[in-house]
């Protein structure tokens, strides 16, 4: 792990001698000149001795819990590093400070300065000093030699490769337990046997014969009322975060419920309390099912009688079939070379029966060429953990694992830990975390967010992280850390000083940790759900070093000038605040990358996210890959033209007047892969025939009215988006006609519809739409017709109609969805939820189709 840092400190290093030190170089004071020259030569030394420091690290770092002499070298050559990253930083920080100021000043600083250069070389030359005094010592004491492993040297595999899931024919041994988890379930077992796995595979499969369903993960450290709301949200109960009463809470889950057979799973229960203290929530009145999954054999006895299945470890033959399954995953035959097949059962003797083992390592040795010497190098590693007694059981082949992945990996996967337990983590926070925190570097001709998703991937392919949720095209949009292996990653990023985790409760010591996590009930609200705080304490703007500033979500009512001191700030996230304005200062954030901000508006019931006012001097802000939601002015569509880096823009408040404006802002930001437009209200009409999406558009929404007689026009020019898959449309007045032009954009995945249908009829024409999987149709008032001709909708998976009242019939051709899973009725005619309840009835609710009424004129179809 001190390779990782290492690493990092020396892109750090490069990047203050390229840019910072160069904007020097020139001084007009030569005191100032010669004293900042020697710093400068002082980092280049520093520099040059960590990158030999590093290939040894690369090397050494397996054997640090095996050799002691090792294990002190890594660990003082680490605290050197972070002596040398603090020097760094103050060098920048005062180099930083001096931009913004005028000529006097900056003389006067520039004289001070003097005595600062020469004290940062002298500290330097002693962290130098220091360097070459543990290399001696190390080379005194040590008399090992280390040979390099040739079956080490990988490259990360490209974001497109497949993400690895739970397959089904990686379900191996379990067999004879699932007809049983059917009947009713409670779990005990061991760590990494394969509880969850089991668990999900039988709910997937029965939840449909349930009116209401829920998964939920138990933290460790649960509060009742935390694990009551995520409950209620998971059987889809509307709860609010902040305001709501426990016993209030307790009333609509029981009202919810009442009369209804449902199941609910809690997975890896650590304790008896967490179900004796909530199982009088539940009503008693109705047919039920609770599955427990847990270690811990206290939990297990309460169970009903007879109604515990206890997992074993995976005997012979089972585990060989989920080790080949794994390990040539990507073969036809899935078998094992003949000259493997040694080596491969002393692989899984190591494992001793437990999946998430032989998981892992076969998921490791899917990354290794299929060679003899690359597999006894690796089995070699694993020996060497063993013998030593180390690290016992899971523990060995994790930290294996871990110990085989590059250096910018292993940053990205230690970062991890700092969101908490069974933490569900989105796709493109954790991305932005990665990238501010400086582990993405750039590759030829691809942007550090794809980089990022490259790593993430490879990290899912490894069995280090778990894909939580996977978005339509199946790429992953949220992750976990199974807790085994969350444990070890957390005991190694505190030894390592990467990042401690402080739980809100007791004396804690930060010691010389590089990260901090605070991981309260208390913190966590104020970090990620609506609070009261209106204003971020002063000192907040001291930090020169802070890259992210997270304040979604909260009630931050200004952002003050001195936001702009921020120098090193990369993200700010104000999204969903009641912020109305951007300062000034954000001008200065020639480092930003994602700007999200927003006011969140509540008129009754209806709550919206409306625009901020950005400043002018938005334009020279030309890193920024995210903005969103601006509030339209012709003058800042003429600074947003300057953006040509955008990926992600939202605009709103656009009117006719500066659509225009809008149109050769969009013309110039050829990378753009997600646009939301809205209009300044329902009725203004923007005029977007000038309108030339760039080719690279994968989300489109367009919130207002378009002028009808150009919509076929408009419509038509979208032949070229090839790279499209969702698009929404609101307030676009489209009828029969003008729909049908839509069928060039043959690659969506996903079309919403709301308040856009004014027509009375809507067909979909054989071959249109091959790949959508998602349509939504809501608020269409005179609707009264749907047809679905043979061969369209090919690939839909989940219907809505919402508030179409005159719609009274199912779609007609509705039984060509061969890939329908799910249809949703919600606000509609009376006559028609009678005759799909009448139908149903007639065919007894047969295998094919099960129907669910949730609420009033809300229906359910679950083929």
């Given amino acids: 792990m001190a390779e990782a840092f290492v690493g990092l400190l020396i892109s750090k290093l490069g990047m203050a001698l390229g840019k910072e030190a160069a904007t020097y170089g020139a001084s007009q004071i030569s005191k100032e000149a010669s004293d900042l020259r020697g710093l400068v030569d002082e980092i280049h030394k520093a520099k040059e001795e960590l990158e030999s420091i590093k290939a040894y690290l690369h090397d050494t770092e397996k054997f640090k819990d095996t050799n002691e002499t090792t294990s002190i070298f890594a660990r003082r050559i680490q605290d050197l590093a972070f002596q040398i990253e603090d020097v760094v930083d103050e060098f920048t920080y005062k180099l930083e400070d001096?931009?913004?100021?005028?000529?006097?000043?900056?003389?006067?600083?520039?004289?001070?300065?003097?005595?600062?250069?020469?004290?940062?070389?002298?500290?330097?030359?002693?962290?130098?000093?220091?360097?070459?005094?543990?290399?001696?010592?190390?080379?005194?004491?040590?008399?090992?030699?280390?040979?390099?492993?040739?079956?080490?040297?990988?490259?990360?595999?490209?974001?497109?490769?497949?993400?690895?899931?739970?397959?089904?024919?990686?379900?191996?041994?379990?067999?004879?337990?699932?007809?049983?988890?059917?009947?009713?379930?409670?779990?005990?077992?061991?760590?990494?046997?394969?509880?969850?796995?089991?668990?999900?595979?039988?709910?997937?499969?029965?939840?449909?014969?349930?009116?209401?369903?829920?998964?939920?993960?138990?933290?460790?450290?649960?509060?009742?009322?935390?694990?009551?709301?995520?409950?209620?949200?998971?059987?889809?109960?509307s709860v609010d975060a902040n305001n709501m009463e426990l016993r209030s809470l307790v009333a609509d889950i029981r009202k919810y419920l009442e009369g209804k057979r449902y199941i609910l799973v809690l997975d890896d229960v650590w304790e008896k309390d967490v179900w004796i203290n909530i199982m009088d929530v539940f009503p008693i009145n109705c047919i039920s099912r609770f599955v427990l999954t847990s270690r811990k054999h206290e939990v297990a006895s309460l169970a009903t009688s007879n109604c515990a299945i206890q997992l074993e470890p995976l005997g012979e033959n089972d585990s060989w079939k989920l080790f080949c399954n794994v390990a040539f995953r990507n073969d036809v035959d899935k078998r094992c070379p003949s000259e493997l097949n040694d080596l491969a059962t002393k692989f899984l003797q190591k494992c001793e029966g437990l999946p998430l083992d032989i998981a892992c390592i076969g998921r490791l040795l899917s990354c290794k060429p299929p060679t003899y010497s690359a597999w006894k190098n690796l089995y070699d590693e694993l020996e060497l953990q063993s013998t030593t007694n180390v690290i016992q059981g899971v523990n060995i082949i994790l930290k294996v694992s871990f110990e085989d992945l590059p250096y910018e990996l292993k940053n990205c996967f230690l970062h991890c830990v700092i969101f908490p337990e069974d933490y569900h983590i989105k796709r493109r926070r954790l991305i932005r975390h990665w990238i501010t925190a400086g582990f993405i570097k750039k590759q030829e001709k691809t942007a550090l967010e794809q980089v990022a998703e490259g790593y993430l991937n490879e990290l899912v392919s490894r069995s280090l992280l778990q894909v939580a949720k996977t978005n339509e095209f199946g790429r992953v949009k949220c992750c976990r850390m199974h807790d085994v292996i969350r444990c070890l990653a957390l005991e190694k990023a505190e030894r390592e000083s990467f990042a401690k985790v402080y739980g809100g409760s007791g004396r804690f010591w930060i010691g010389t940790a590089r990260r901090l996590s605070i991981q309260s009930t208390n913190i966590a609200t104020l970090s990620e759900s609506d609070t009261q705080i209106k204003m971020l304490p002063n000192e907040v703007f001291n930090l020169f070093n802070l890259r992210f500033l997270g304040l979604r979500n909260t009630g931050i009512e200004i952002l003050p000038e001195a936001v702009g001191s921020l120098q090193n700030l990369e993200v700010l996230d104000a999204f969903g605040t009641a912020l109305l304005s951007l300062p000034e200062g954000v001008a200065k954030l020639k480092k930003l990358r994602y700007l999200y901000a927003s006011a969140l508006l509540t008129e009754g019931t209806v709550t919206d996210f409306g625009g901020v006012k950005v400043p002018r001097g938005i334009r020279n802000l030309t890193g920024l890959h995210a903005l969103q939601k601006v509030k339209a002015s012709s003058e800042t569509l003429c600074d947003v033209e300057a953006l040509v880096e955008l990926r992600t823009f939202s605009v709103c408040n656009v009117t006719s007047e500066n659509s225009l404006n809008l149109c050769h802002a969009i013309m110039s930001m050829r990378h753009l892969v997600h646009l939301s437009i809205s209009a300044s209200n329902e009725t203004e009409i923007l005029p977007l025939q000038a309108l030339n999406l760039p080719g690279s558009l994968s989300k489109l929404y367009l919130d207002g009215q378009l002028e009808k007689k150009r919509l076929p026009q408009i419509f038509s020019t979208w032949s070229y988006l090839n790279n499209l898959t969702r698009l929404s449309l609101a307030l676009s007045k489209l009828d029969e006609n003008t729909f049908s032009k839509l069928v060039v954009l043959s690659g969506l995945c996903y079309l919403r519809l709301f308040k856009a249908y004014d027509g009375k009829k809507l067909c979909f024409s054989a071959q249109s739409f091959p790949v959508l999987r998602q349509l939504e149709i809501c608020d269409a008032p005179h609707l009264n017709h749907i047809e679905i001709e043979e061969g369209a909708l090919e690939s839909l998976v989940e219907l809505e109609l919402a508030e179409c009242p005159e719609l009274k019939c199912l779609p007609e051709g509705i039984v060509y969805l061969r890939a329908l899973e799910q249809l949703r009725l919600a606000d509609t005619a009376e006559e028609l939820i009678e005759k799909v309840r009448q139908e149903s009835e007639a065919n007894g609710c047969n295998e094919e189709v099960a129907i669910m009424l949730s609420e009033k004129n809300r229906l359910e179809i679950l083929p």
């Fill in 98 to 237: 001096d931009k913004h100021i005028g000529f006097a000043s900056k003389t006067k600083k520039r004289i001070r300065h003097i005595n600062i250069w020469g004290r940062l070389a002298l500290e330097l030359r002693r962290i130098d000093v220091e360097l070459e005094d543990a290399t001696k010592r190390r080379d005194r004491y040590t008399m090992l030699r280390i040979g390099k492993d040739n079956g080490s040297d990988h490259h990360v595999r490209s974001n497109n490769q497949i993400v690895c899931l739970a397959r089904k024919e990686d379900l191996v041994g379990i067999e004879d337990s699932v007809d049983e988890l059917k009947r009713w379930l409670v779990s005990d077992f061991d760590a990494g046997v394969g509880k969850t796995t089991l668990v999900d595979h039988v709910y997937n499969i029965v939840k449909k014969d349930f009116d209401a369903a829920a998964w939920v993960t138990v933290s460790k450290n649960y509060q009742v009322e935390d694990l009551l709301k995520k409950i209620a949200r998971e059987f889809g109960i």
